[in-house]
Nanobody
């Protein structure tokens, strides 16, 4: 599967942004989809994941209640709605895909497919 992320930008604290990840390939619904981010000087970290039909969503504690992940299998699209943004949300955001969901979603190495990053900048 190939992934293309979009929707990043600059916003003031308290604002909202919506990131999208378009997938190519015939079996989109057979992948768990996720979002990660990499803040300056930090390692890549898990943000959110959604399972095959959207029945289960998992979030990092730092974004729970503010971010919402969703997917549209017909459009092969994964979305991350980010509300109440904070300056510490500033990062390059990446979408990712994996076939299984046996290991924790936070394990970066468990995700074999990655899109290019999209920059999100939140100013105070």
């Amino acid at each position: 599967v190939q992934l293309q992320a979009s929707g990043g930008g600059s916003v003031q604290a308290g604002g909202s942004l919506r990131l999208s990840c378009a997938a190519s390939g015939r079996t989109f619904s057979s992948y768990v989809m996720g979002w990660f981010r990499q803040r300056p000087g930090k390692e890549r970290e898990f943000v959110a994941a959604v399972t095959y039909s959207g029945g289960q969503m998992d979030y990092a504690n730092s974004v729970k209640g503010r971010f919402t992940i969703s997917r549209d299998n017909a459009k092969k699209l994964t979305t991350l709605q980010m509300n109440s943004l904070k300056p510490e949300d500033t990062a390059v955001y990446y979408c990712a895909a994996r076939s299984d969901y046996y290991s924790p979603p936070s394990s970066v190495s468990a995700w074999p497919y990655w899109g290019q990053g999209t920059q999100v900048t939140v100013s105070s």
